[in-house]
């Protein structure tokens, strides 16, 4: 049986984020898989995937930040805003329109209001928008709260930009190229923190990152005895001892790794009134009397 942990792989252009999860189901040998945020056919870059139990720690590991590398060409729209979809206008490129676009991107650093890509798989009355247009619809997204922390013109040709952009979750990098009057047609995601490019590996049990290495590069850690163990296994909250608290990492404050004294990731605990309450618990918590 494989052991839980997360696979961190650098999905290639043409196939479906769930085309990589397929492959590594069948490499693994196991169902249950899940990814912490998709990437079009057309994208590469990096891609989380939680295996076995870690499945339920995605909903933590995708909530940091985001980096992608992208090229927009200007003066063509499309119905996906990308290069795949069909062209929908088109107009000359001078250089005041260039100019202009780069001056929206430069105008976009800070908390914006973006409205998605309509190919998206954000729902409207319970169907994906994306279905949605393929069907023919007409459909109109409303704009949601983002984040550009970081927007570098890297290079400029004749019709051509390309960014660098470090964002929030949920921002569509498609709808920055819409809205400076152009689509992508590039984009490779090199950063989803915790993780870099540089830690993508093969798909392979042996590459497994374990659950307790992967949140220690995200939250602080707390060690567990085994009486501590056992009480979180059942639910129940324990006493915080400030002296077992390790903090590598600062990126998410709500939470705290439980590290049992195997070394293993046991639950994720909040705390409240000098307590620590599970808010996670693990199957890995169960001590080995309790299997």
Known sequence: MVRPGFLILDKPEGITSHDLIARARKI???????????????????????????????????????????TIKV???TVTDDRMGEVIEMCPVDEEMMASA??????????????????????????????RVRDGEEVELKARQVEIFQLEIVARREDEIDIDVTCS????????????GGHLIALRRIESQPFT??????????CLLSSSDALSRLMASYSVNESGQREISLGRSIDFDPTQLHRDSSLREDVIAAIGPAGDLIALLKAIDQRLQPVVVLPESRLEAEK
Request: positive net charge; proline residues 3%; glycine residues 12%.
């Open 28 to 70: 693994l040998g196991t169902r249950k898989i899940g990814h912490a945020g998709t990437l079009d056919p057309m994208a590469t870059g990096l891609m989380v995937l939680g295996v076995e139990s870690a499945t339920r720690l995605l909903d933590y590991v995708m909530a940091g930040r985001k980096r992608y590398l992208a």
């Open 75 to 77: 003066g063509v729209l």
């Open 102 to 131: 780069e001056r929206n991107l430069r105008s976009m650093v800070g908390v914006i209001e973006q409205v998605p890509s309509r190919v998206s798989a954000i729902k409207v009355d319970g169907k994906r928008s994306y279905d």
């Open 169 to 180: 979750p949920g921002t569509y990098i498609r709808a920055i190229a819409r809205d400076v």
């Open 197 to 206: 490019i540089s830690d993508c590996t093969e798909i392979d049990g042996s």
